[in-house]
Each structure stands twice: as C-alpha cells, then as structure tokens.
C-alpha cells in the first residue's frame, strides 16, 4: 500500500460541512412536515434552521463549484466521451458490487488523484452535483418566501408542485444519505474511505499510483 494525496483541503470542508448540513436539513424538514407526530424543537425553531442551513449549503455548493472550475481538479469530473467505454466499466463496476466483492474479487477501479471516482459514481456524482442539488436548492428558496417569488412558483405550476419536488428529491437525499456510508465502507478496511476524507489520503495499490500526480 501507498498514500496518495486525493481529496483538498477545500473538497473535504466542503465534504463535512455538506454531509452535517444536509443531515440537519433532514431531520428540521421531518420536524416541519410532520409537527404533530415529531416534537424535537418548536416548529418555528426548525423552519428557522431549515432556512439558515439551506442558505449555508448554498453557499457551500458554490465553494465547491468554484474549486473544481477555476482548478485541474475539473478532471474529476470529466466525463467519459465514449458511451462503450463507459457502459462497459459501469457493468464491470456493478458486477463487482452485485457479486464480487463478496468473493474477494479485487475492485476493478483504480483510484488516482485525477480518477477518483468509478464509472458509476461518476455518472450519479454529475448528475446529483449538477441537477438534482441544484433544483432542491432552488425548489427551497422558492419556498422560502413564497410571496416573493410568487411569480416563478407560478410558472411552475404553484406551490403544490414546487413543494412536491422539493420533498421527493428529500426522499432521494434522505436514501442517498444511507447508501453513501455503505458504499464508502466497502474499501480495503471498512474506515479507510473515511479515514481519507479527514486526511486526503487515500491507500492505493503501489501499482495503481505509479502515473498519478497530488
């Protein structure tokens, strides 16, 4: 094994920060949905840190949009142009997950500073970065004052179905929310992934890292 240096400092604030305020934001939206079954706090009280907090998530989003566009770290993200290609290392990589990984089958994707992400993450990390995280933004302030941005609901087809968006990508972030933690679990020790994302570090095979650059 070898460290590599994977996730900046700006990717694993962001990380954290991310993770605890949209913990938050599940747990004051339940409060606010559910005020008669659910007496954590007064339901003022949670519509207020709702707010708070989705504005602080904004905020965070953009320190992470802006890292990876003014920075060479974007190659994350690029994707990959070749849908054969990338069919083909997503069946590899859901072969692995399905069945694999429970026979001691070696992960087929290789972590590098610039790859990070397999074929399957990359597709879900693009789409929930770039569309879905941004409509349950956007749905939020919608509903944030409702009078104000009475014009845009509208256009929308009203409150009713702002709000349904708004709480069917909850359900999503609230699934993703377990599924993340499993996934990350699944390294060469159950913390390692976890460990990386306080370090930077990831440990990678001594032949995996040889053409990758921190």
């Known amino acids: 094994m070898q460290t590599l240096y994977v996730h900046p400092l700006p990717v694993r604030i962001w990380h954290w920060t991310n993770a605890l305020g949209f913990i938050a934001l599940i747990v004051t939206g339940l409060q606010i949905r559910y005020v008669g079954l659910i007496?954590?706090?007064?339901?003022?009280?949670?519509?207020?840190?709702?707010?708070?907090?989705?504005?602080?998530?904004?905020?965070?989003?953009?320190?992470?949009?802006?890292?990876?566009?003014?920075?060479?770290?974007?190659?994350?993200?690029?994707?990959?142009?070749?849908?054969?290609?990338?069919?083909?290392?997503?069946?590899?990589?859901?072969?692995?997950?399905?069945?694999?990984?429970?026979?001691?089958?070696?992960?087929p994707h290789h972590v590098s500073a610039y790859h990070k992400f397999n074929a399957m993450q990359s597709m879900t990390y693009q789409v929930i970065m770039l569309l879905l995280v941004p409509i349950q933004f956007y749905t939020g302030v919608l509903l944030w004052d409702v009078k104000r941005?009475?014009?845009?609901?509208?256009?929308?087809?009203?409150?009713?179905?702002?709000?349904?968006?708004?709480?069917?990508?909850?359900?999503?972030?609230?699934?993703?929310?377990?599924i993340h933690p499993y996934l990350a679990s699944l390294g060469h020790t159950p913390t390692a992934h976890f460990k990386a994302m306080f370090t930077g570090y990831e440990e990678v095979e001594e032949e995996t890292g040889r053409d990758s650059i921190a």
């Open 39 to 107: 007496g954590l706090m007064p339901f003022k009280t949670a519509v207020s840190l709702h707010n708070w907090i989705g504005f602080v998530l904004i905020a965070n989003f953009f320190v992470w949009f802006f890292f990876y566009l003014f920075s060479d770290k974007i190659k994350v993200y690029h994707p990959e142009l070749s849908a054969m290609k990338h069919f083909r290392a997503s069946f590899r990589q859901l072969q692995y997950y399905g069945y694999g990984i429970f026979k001691g089958d070696p992960n």
């Open 149 to 178: 941005f009475s014009g845009m609901v509208e256009l929308f087809g009203g409150v009713r179905v702002v709000d349904t968006v708004h709480v069917l990508l909850f359900i999503f972030f609230v699934a993703f929310i377990f």
